[in-house]
Each structure stands twice: as C-alpha cells, then as structure tokens.
C-alpha cells in the first residue's frame, strides 16, 4: 500500500527491502483482513491502512487513515480492531487476520 501521501515531506528515496510476501486465499465462507502502517520516527506520526477480500480475492472493503502520533507497538491493536470491527459491520463472523510488521523507518 502506499502512505506517502499522508505525509507532509516526500519520501521518493524509501525502498522497501523485506521479504517477497505473497497473499493466500481464506478458506471458503472466510474473509480475510490485511493491513499495514508505518512510524515517521522524527514525530512518532502514524499512518495505517487495510483491505478485507472474500475467498475468491474479491474486494469487500478498504480503508487508509492517519491516526497522528503513537508508538510502533500501539498501531497493531488500532490495526486490528478497526478491521475486525469494519468486517463485524458488514456481517463478516469468519475472518482471518494478516497483520504485517509495522514499518518505523520512514
């Protein structure tokens, strides 16, 4: 996903070096929620964002926010509840969750 512009400084050098990840689907009858964010160190300014798909990679919803200064280790819970409770509203009982690894180096 792409977070540049929620900042105010461009961020053109920033490469992403990790590990190839490839997305699986759910099981049949499942969705599954995927997100991830990322900590501008110089402030702690966060900005996050998820996509729920069906089993057959169909898009079912998708959000991206700035939730403004917090630390690495609370992004994951605002994560993870803001996507579980956006699959709950939309009727969604069986979900699978793929948090990746928040990105503090930007």
């Given amino acids: 996903m792409e977070y540049i512009s929620a900042f105010t400084k ?7 070096h990790g590990p190839l990840i490839v997305w699986q689907l759910p ?6 929620l995927n997100s991830n964010g990322a900590v501008r160190t110089s402030d702690n300014m966060v900005v996050l964002g998820g996509v729920i798909r069906d089993e057959k990679c169909g898009w079912i ?5 700035s939730i403004g200064q917090c630390s690495v280790i609370a992004v994951k819970p605002c994560v993870v509840h803001d996507l579980l409770r956006y699959a709950w509203t939309l009727g ?4 699978l969750t793929c ?5 503090n180096k930007i």
């Fill in 10 to 16: 461009p961020l053109a050098t920033t490469r992403w």
């Fill in 99 to 103: 948090i990746e690894q928040i990105s």
């Fill in 61 to 65: 919803f998708g959000f991206s926010q």
């Fill in 27 to 32: 099981p049949i009858g499942w969705g599954k």
């Fill in 92 to 95: 969604l009982r069986k979900v």
